[in-house]
């Protein structure tokens, strides 16, 4: 059985804890186990942490990719962020000795080491490549027949030289996996475009993000899809957040939220009343 | 205007792993296809020219360097594969060592240092998680203050603390 160190991240259990639940509750169904990976922090944020000083984020990352050294597990993650921090931390230590040894310099002031071992994966990638789309819709109950506009977010895919799970430009493996359950992705133009919240953008510039959100609601809207399927909670917040000032009304799902209706669960367990577009199922 | 070298500049950005800036020919590409230059003044490309020239004042001075969304779109479309983004990020590094981090992003990095997250909790985060069946807080730093002491104590030897408190 597939075993993963669980790392929760800040947005999915501080602010979309449904999100969590989802997660735990369609792996164990799916028989991947999930370990807590307990004491983790945050992962720590690619886009600003990192951009402040990138000797605290690789520290701190490295940390976390400890913590599951020692569980000797491969992290799984369920927010863009999150993977592409933690993934990356791990590509650049455990490929190069000398960064390695500068990190573990710092960690040494607490008695932690990270010897270069720990795999980083996306849930949606281990969903995908581990358990399959075969074993998935087999664990289904209820056939769903939504039309989805699936959002891919930036940090699942790219950089794709180091990260290599689809295509960058026109990948296809979310379509694949929101069509597993029965429903119907819509093709729309721009479908990898930013949600607009990454690198500290929403922080510094708001009005610059909304901009992004708006383009990518038009384009969703004029595909006629009834929901928007994410794999990354701060894509999830922000699409979520924005729409009510932007003037739109479509819900907003995480992938695992998806995966757990098919299964089944409740509204109640999916964490639906927390979110501020109505989901109505 | 004068152009100097700046070799102190250069050494910086090669730390922070920027010196594949030198690459770049200069062909625009990262900026047509930017979703933030579409929608500001950001203009991807100058950036990085403003680098190979050791402009270092005006880049650090620049809002520009802090639109960029780290999106990648640049650096999948790269004729000449310059990772733009790291140097972006390299960039803003050197800023905020010299003291330029906007108000809200020091924010941001108060929540890691006292909280170990960017996002904070509360009260009716802790009810909504009960609510679904899951522990009030969740079993990260949060859970445990020898974990965050532990987080706490690795930040400042990055010099983190630096960041948060000036």
New interface residues.
């Given amino acids: 059985m597939a075993k993963y160190a669980f790392f929760l991240g800040c947005v999915a259990p501080l602010r979309y804890p449904g999100i969590e639940k989802s997660t735990r509750v369609v792996f164990d169904k799916l028989g991947v186990e999930l370990v807590d990976l307990t004491d983790a922090s945050c992962c720590p944020a690619p886009g600003v942490i990192k951009a402040f000083s990138k000797t605290t984020w690789l520290a701190a990352a490295a940390r976390n990719l400890a913590l599951a050294e020692k569980m000797g597990l491969p992290i799984m993650t369920i927010c863009n962020g999150c993977y592409g921090s933690l993934f990356e931390a791990a590509h650049e230590l455990n490929n190069n000795a000398e960064e390695l040894a500068k990190v573990n310099e710092i960690l040494a002031k607490v008695g932690v080491k990270y010897n270069g071992t720990t795999q980083v994966y996306h849930f949606a990638e281990v969903l995908y490549k581990e358990v399959g789309i075969e074993a998935i819709k087999a664990s289904f109950t209820k056939p769903l027949e939504y039309r989805i506009g699936v959002f891919y977010g930036c940090h699942f895919l790219k950089p794709t030289d180091i990260k290599g799970i689809d295509d960058a430009e026109d990948p296809h493996i979310l379509e694949d996996l929101v069509e597993a359950t029965g429903c119907k992705a819509m093709p729309r133009k721009q479908k990898t475009l930013c949600c607009g919240s990454g690198g500290g953008l929403k922080a510094a510039f708001g009005n610059v993000t909304k901009e992004f959100t708006q383009t990518n609601l038009e384009n969703i809207k004029a595909s006629d899809a009834q929901f928007i399927v994410d794999v990354c909670p701060f894509c999830h917040l922000q699409f979520d957040t924005a729409q009510k000032e932007l003037g739109f009304e479509i819900p907003v799902l995480h992938l695992a939220q998806l995966y757990g209706i098919a299964m089944g669960m409740t509204e109640e367990e999916l964490g639906l009343a927390l979110h501020k577009v109505p989901v109505k199922l | 205007m004068e152009f100097k070298n700046n070799p102190e500049f250069e050494q910086q950005l090669a730390v ?2 920027g010196a594949d800036a030198k690459l770049c020919f200069q062909c625009g590409t990262c900026t047509a296809g930017c ?2 230059g579409r ?2 003044s950001y203009r991807v490309r100058k950036l990085v020219r403003m680098a190979q020239l050791d402009m270092k004042e005006e880049i650090v001075n620049s809002e520009e360097l ?8 640049c ?2 479309r790269c004729p000449r ?1 310059v990772p733009i ?1 790291d140097i ?3 960039l ?2 050197i800023a ?2 010299e003291g330029h ?2 108000d ?2 020091k ?3 108060k929540n ?1 240092y006292t909280l ?6 509360n009260d009716e ?1 802790k009810a ?2 009960a ?4 522990p009030e807080v ?4 949060l ?2 203050e020898k ?2 002491a ?2 706490k ?3 400042d ?4 603390d630096g ?1 948060v408190k000036e």
């Fill in positions: 922070l792993g979703p933030s929608r500001t802090w639109m960029c969304s780290t999106c990648y779109t650096m999948e594969r983004v972006i990020i390299a803003r590094n905020v060592s981090i906007k809200k992003h924010g941001t990095a890691l170990g997250h960017t996002v904070p909790i985060v909504n998680r609510k679904l069946g899951l969740p079993p990260t730093v859970a445990n974990a965050m532990e987080l104590a690795i930040l030897a990055a010099g983190f960041i």
